[in-house]
């Protein structure tokens, strides 16, 4: 009877103690957002979507964990690759034994296909506006994969790297799911999708066919937090790992001092940039917007967020990427210009305009510190401040007239003036990206540097595309805001971070609890 005792306690320690391990092999991370956008990498581009995709999803290239730089792109799905002398015919050969989460099967070139042509379907994605120059993709077998191109594009890479349109999906998966696979995504990566509770968490568990190796890390909770505040008594109440920061000088400083917590600030930086709708009147009168662009304070603004989270945008491209420029027409701020200008375009007295903005604590204080200096000079912008969600929805619906957007891309000059100032990528059309401005004033010189194989005929043409777009008063650069994230010290990242496109510390095979 005694022997039996002792064996049935000796099972239930070695129980709890299993439990207890389980328990902490479970990452549960804080994103900044009331709610998952759409759990599709082709449909979302929202900020609290992206760090997930990355946990989920492979491109056919990919940025080594910890690195946002192009030119250490290196290997994912595609085990080599080589391309035509002239650019236009690319050939990836796709990496055997690749498996698809929840027993969806093998990975092929059908998938891959699948994927990609998906990415360049304006039905079917946010992103297809960069694959405009996509002329066909097609399997050559199971295992190989031929992009032939229209154009040459700069940076093929960047299009089958893994974030944004070129993530890879299970063909199978989204086509028996169809609308419903936004809630329940089929990927390669190293975690796989379990459970999304509207306005809560979206649940991942570790994908142990993971051709890179079954990950330490057991579950990934992701929690949807907006509350700034709520997320910082999370991680101190123990409650959370891993968390999104406020990207502000002194949080960060105060959060330095934390015990038991590390600060992660890294790139890219998401560059904030305030879109004139040039279809609203009054602004569209260039008169007008140049008025709005004297009448902000950008050197006010960056002040006031702080110098270690934040590079201050001097044009339409962010800086650091390849054909940015800073030779550009400037708007120091200058009260009695803006209003010389607004008499001149017959509304002395100033007007009333409506704009869309998000609560999270990186938009909403910004845009009220626009509004006090728009108001200097009598332009009253009304606030429809909503959630962040609500907000996407909502600007994709044309309804403001200044849109504050903040996005990080392959950097490279081609895709930040392709999504955001070009005239097929505006808003109500349906090859639609970001260009809220309705700009179209670059055209030519976009679509001629895309097509132009002479890297200083490129730089010129982006340069030049960039004079226009500032010279026509479509935007206000304001800053790129660096990446600020939170994890305990007990969370092992394994991997030095320096950068992360997909705007959160990729979590890998590698990553582990202490």
């Not at 995709?53 to 994912?76: I, K, T």
């Not at 017959?346 to 305009?353: E, I, L, S």
Request: one cysteine or more.
């Amino acid at each position: 009877m005694r022997r039996r005792l002792f064996i049935l306690w000796c099972v239930a320690v070695s129980l709890a103690a299993s439990c207890a391990m389980a328990q902490d092999r479970v990452l549960r991370v804080a994103l900044t957002a009331a709610d998952a956008g759409a759990l599709d990498p082709h449909r979302s581009s929202a900020g609290q979507d992206t760090p997930v995709f990355g946990w989920m999803f492979n491109g056919l290239v990919r940025f080594p964990p910890g690195s946002a730089d192009p030119a250490r792109l290196e290997p994912d799905l595609a085990e080599r690759w080589e391309h035509s002398p002239d650019g236009l015919v690319w050939t990836f050969h796709l990496r055997r034994g690749v498996a698809f989460h929840h027993g969806y099967g093998e990975l092929t070139a059908d998938d891959v296909v699948y994927s990609l042509r998906r990415a360049a379907d304006p039905q079917r994605s946010n992103f297809a506006s960069d694959y405009a120059d996509f002329a066909s993709v097609e399997a050559v077998d199971p295992m190989t994969v031929r992009v032939t191109l229209a154009r040459p594009v700069p940076s093929l890479l960047g299009l089958v790297a893994d974030y944004h349109g070129g993530l890879i999906v299970s063909r199978r998966a989204a086509e028996e799911m169809g609308d419903n696979f936004r809630r329940r995504p089929i990927g390669t990566g190293p975690f796989a999708f379990v459970e999304y509770r509207a306005q809560t968490v979206t649940v991942l568990e570790a994908h142990r066919g993971y051709f890179r190796g079954s990950p330490q890390i057991a579950r990934i909770e992701a929690r949807y937090i907006n509350s700034d505040s709520t997320r910082e008594l999370a991680f101190a109440s123990g409650e959370i790992d891993l968390y999104s920061g406020r990207r502000e000088q002194r949080w960060v400083e105060r959060m330095h001092r934390e015990r038991g917590a590390v600060v992660e600030v890294f790139m890219p930086g998401e560059f904030r940039t305030l879109l004139i709708n040039t279809h609203t009147p009054p602004l569209n009168d260039v008169r007008v917007r140049r008025a709005i662009e004297h009448a902000i304070d950008v050197g006010a603004i960056v002040r006031f967020v702080g110098a270690d989270v934040v590079v201050p945008g001097r044009s339409v491209v962010p800086q650091g990427y390849l054909g940015e420029t800073g030779d550009v027409p400037r708007y120091a701020p200058d009260l009695a210009r803006a209003r010389g200008l607004l008499a001149e375009a017959g509304v002395p007295n100033g007007f009333t305009m409506r704009s869309v903005v998000s609560s999270i604590s990186t938009q909403q204080p910004i845009m009220e510190a626009i509004q006090a200096q728009l108001r200097r000079v009598g332009i009253v912008m009304e606030m429809d401040v909503v959630d962040h969600t609500t907000y996407h929805a909502r600007i994709r619906q044309d309804l403001s007239a200044l849109t504050f957007y903040g996005a990080a891309r392959f950097p490279v000059a081609d895709f930040y003036l392709t999504q955001f100032y070009h005239s097929r990528s505006s808003i109500g059309l349906p090859t639609a990206a970001l260009n809220f401005a309705h700009c179209d004033v670059a055209d030519a010189e976009i679509d001629a540097a895309r097509s132009d194989q002479d890297p200083q005929r490129q730089l010129a043409l982006w340069a030049t595309a960039q004079r226009k777009i500032m010279d026509a008063a479509c935007a206000v650069p304001l800053f790129d805001l660096l990446q600020v994230w939170v994890r305990r010290d007990t969370l092992d990242l394994g991997y030095r971070l320096e950068g992360a496109l997909n705007l959160g510390p990729p979590i890998t095979e590698a990553t582990r609890l202490r």
